[in-house]
């Protein structure tokens, strides 16, 4: 055998020893999918002896309301009726569990294919949100002390590496403007994504973590800011991601059913904190119910108020995500004269969007023209086939949806 063939051959090798748990799980399974739990290891997080219960409201108002497809047209639905029930588009839209909970009663609970109310699935990008929280009740509890330290604080791993990662902050991290080279897309098996999600030691993975630009510089989603986000708490904790999140939330909270969060592999077991809680809809609203109370559950402050404001206040300068959270914008006007006319708009009586978070800027297409950005008064946890934890402080309500594919995010602006 050549030198070539032999270079070639120890190539291979390398790339099969190196990739083989990745390349298997992901030829066996293929494309994630909502059930991709029961591939991977797991901590297991339990319910509490008491249990809370929404109360049961009145459900006729939804189940038979009529929906106008000009009004969700924006969803790939390949519905043709000219009009259908609630009850007939999810079941059409790949959705699995559709809740909907104002002023603490449910007006609409259904299941589909087979699900119910206790059966779990993946969660996928809403784990972010999850996260995020968790990562404030770590300052709570004096385990994480400013959301301005940088990570190496909590992540010793990565110091003496690039000097960039002492100035990487928690902030930074939430906000998704880290400036790592990683590239976000589970379609190649070899891509950033499709090695966290299917690989094994997230720790071996970030060791090698490089950067495109300087932290803060500016907003790229990528899910590796909540995998270090994650095991910052679980290292700053000292313990598993999925025992913290039942200590603090579930027990408290009086979830319904217990969940899991899957891992990276049975050696290392590290939470996959960016994607991968596995729970019910019903417990998620719950989830909900803090927010919409702003941490406080039933006369206890399970999350600091201060937390849950700053979380829940868009961010402009990344189009209204913040904290892991997502907050859709519209175009309110645009085509102002200049900023003093803007701000006479946005200040008149009349304007009944004055109330919503802003921000105001000079419109890069017409050199004199400056636009209004508000933000609809809902926030979001959003996962990748259109998982859905939806609140609405203004109106007192919680939507859940879980399901298969579909942006539900504009849907649930009908409500």
Request: proline residues 4%; glycine residues 6%; aromatic residues 14%.
């Amino acid at each position: 055998m050549n030198m070539t063939r032999k270079l070639i051959l120890f190539v291979v090798i390398l790339i099969i020893n190196q990739s083989c748990t990745l390349i298997y799980r992901e030829a066996r399974y293929g494309q994630p999918n909502i059930d991709a739990y029961k591939i991977f290891p797991y901590d297991t997080i339990k319910t509490g002896e008491t249990i809370f219960h929404f109360n049961e409201g009145n459900k006729a108002i939804l189940n038979e309301a009529i929906l106008n497809p000009e009004e969700i047209k924006h969803i790939n639905t390949n519905i043709h009726d000219s009009l259908f029930t609630l009850d007939y588009f999810l079941m059409k839209t790949g959705t699995t569990a559709f809740i909907v909970i104002r002023n603490d009663s449910i007006l609409f609970e259904k299941y589909y294919s087979g699900y119910n109310r206790s059966k779990i699935s993946t969660v996928f990008s809403v784990s972010k949100s999850i996260t995020s929280l968790l990562v404030g009740l770590a300052i709570d509890d004096g385990y994480i002390s400013s959301v301005q330290d940088p990570i190496t604080k909590y992540i010793s791993e990565l110091k003496g590496r690039d000097p960039k990662f002492e100035h990487l902050t928690i902030e930074q991290l939430l906000n998704m403007r880290s400036g790592l080279k990683f590239k976000e897309s589970y379609a190649n098996p070899f891509s950033d994504m499709a090695r966290y999600y299917y690989g094994v030691s997230q720790m071996r993975k970030i060791s090698k973590l490089k950067f495109e630009t300087e932290p803060g510089e500016k907003f790229n989603y990528q899910s590796v800011n909540t995998a270090l986000l994650g095991i910052a708490v679980e290292k700053a904790s000292g313990v598993p991601l999925a025992r913290y999140l039942e200590e603090k939330i579930w027990i408290p909270l009086g979830m319904e059913n217990g969940a899991t969060w899957s891992l990276d592999d049975k050696r290392h077991r590290v939470a996959k904190a960016y994607g991968g809680l596995n729970t019910s809809v019903i417990d998620l609203a719950k989830i909900g119910r803090l927010y919409l109370h702003n941490g406080n559950w039933n006369g206890k402050q399970i999350l600091s108020e201060e937390w849950v404001k700053k979380s829940t206040m868009p961010n402009a300068l990344s189009n209204g995500y913040q904290y892991q959270w997502i907050f859709v914008p519209s175009i309110f006007e645009k085509n102002y004269p200049d900023s003093a006319s803007a701000m006479r708009a946005w200040n008149n009586p009349t304007n009944k969007y004055s109330k919503y978070p802003h921000r105001m800027w000079k419109d890069a297409s017409h050199e004199t023209s400056w636009a209004i950005l508000y933000f609809y008064p809902y926030f979001f946890a959003y996962g990748i086939f259109g998982q859905t934890l939806a609140i609405c402080t203004e109106k007192n309500l919680i939507i859940v949806r879980l399901g298969k594919g579909g942006d539900f995010k504009s849907f649930i602006y009908i409500y």
